[in-house]
């Protein structure tokens, strides 16, 4: 009787194991094909609460450099460049700002991570690409700004550090009210992954020119293609930031490079290829180059120049930068993506309002004193 009693509740107990897993499935819904998102029903909440996270977050840091000046300016650097697709692009390439032997003069700004809660990671540094002339209506053009740019926004690491919007407002809001090790370590809602990933971080490039930058989040490319971007040196050393054990800024380094020399990158594309191995909607996973390896497309050059007189780092503060100031053939996707939509958005325009003045785009290469 009793190993009768015993085998009807194993099976009872398979049946809710497997049924829960049922629902789990039902509410993943159908496999996603290429270049396609799924949109969780409580996600536009969460970007809310970021929003305002990263508003309060604005607020303290504007209060703390009225204090203390140095802390306002978290821009490494902001070089002009230019942008060449290659002369003999593909056929099956060509696609928008691509156009095979285009170019396009540029801005390179470099920007270290003032505030680890803002990309949810200390060590992450930037590389924000826009391209100037650029015709063609743009998905986000915040007021009367000049509508001929396009930007690319890159960073030091292939993945972003959280795999959905919930997390990254759950994470955020964690870190705020100091309670980070609750939000890894909630036995109802843990987060181990996440917190050994944070405990093996790498070091900060220091080298900047040799170091290679990613778009941790995926973009169309046509209707039905999706990509990821990638900016690799075209003069690499084995070791590019062996400089960074010592105490130099990547500043410093940057400075002395440009003086004398250029920098180049080759700016490629990665094919999306396998909807489940290669996901838009987790960022935190990393698409295998070998399932699809980037392909170059672009040459990005940096001249030599100084860029550290005052008035060209008062023009690199206030250029802005938005994953939506794109053509609509690239546009952003992902949940992450969608977040920096309205995040960017809010952040510019209290920045407009702060300066009583609308931060307006650049027509073309600027000069400034050398």
Not at 61 to 71: D, L, T
Not at 172 to 200: C, E, T
Request: glycine share 6%; net charge negative.
């Amino acid at each position: 009787m009793q190993t009768r009693t015993n085998i009807i509740i194993s099976c009872a107990v398979g049946v809710a194991i497997l049924s829960i897993l049922a629902l789990r499935q039902g509410d993943r819904g159908e496999a996603l094909g290429l270049a396609e998102e799924r949109i969780p029903t409580a996600e536009s909440q969460y970007i809310g609460q970021l929003v305002e996270q990263f508003q309060r977050q604005t607020t303290a840091r504007k209060q703390r450099s009225q204090s203390a000046p140095q802390e306002r300016n978290q821009h490494l650097a902001c070089v002009s460049a230019r942008f060449s697709v290659v002369e003999n692009l593909a056929p099956e390439l060509t696609l928008g700002i691509f156009q095979p032997g285009a170019r396009y003069p540029a801005w390179v700004r470099f920007s270290h991570n003032a505030d680890p809660h803002a990309d949810g990671d200390a060590d992450a540094v930037s590389m924000a690409i826009k391209l100037l002339g650029v015709a063609g209506e743009k998905l986000y053009a915040p007021g009367p700004t000049n509508q001929d740019s396009h930007d690319f926004l890159l960073g030091s690491k292939s993945t972003f550090s959280y795999p959905d919007v919930e997390t990254y407002a759950k994470a955020f809001a964690a870190f705020s009210s100091n309670q980070a090790l609750q939000f890894y370590l909630n036995p109802f809602d843990s987060h181990i992954k996440l917190f050994l990933d944070a405990n093996s971080s790498s070091p900060l490039p220091a080298n900047l020119i040799e170091t290679r930058w990613w778009s941790d989040v995926a973009y169309n490319y046509g209707d039905d293609r999706a990509v990821k971007y990638s900016a690799r040196p075209c003069h690499r050393s084995k070791e590019p930031n062996a400089v960074l054990r010592g105490s130099v800024n990547p500043q410093e380094v940057l400075k002395r490079r440009l003086r004398d020399g250029t920098g180049c990158f080759e700016f490629m594309l990665q094919f999306q290829t396998d909807a489940v191995e290669m996901s838009i909607e987790d960022p935190s996973v990393e698409w295998d180059e070998f399932l699809a390896p980037f392909e170059p497309v672009a040459l990005l050059t940096i001249e030599s120049q100084d860029f550290d007189s005052d008035e060209q780092m008062e023009f690199c503060e206030n250029l802005s930068y938005s994953p939506w100031r794109v053509l609509a053939e690239h546009r952003p996707l992902g949940g992450i993506n969608r977040a920096r939509r309205d995040i960017y958005a809010a952040l510019l325009d209290s920045k407009n309002r702060g300066n009583e003045q609308y931060v307006t785009e650049p027509k073309e290469p600027e000069v400034f004193a050398q």
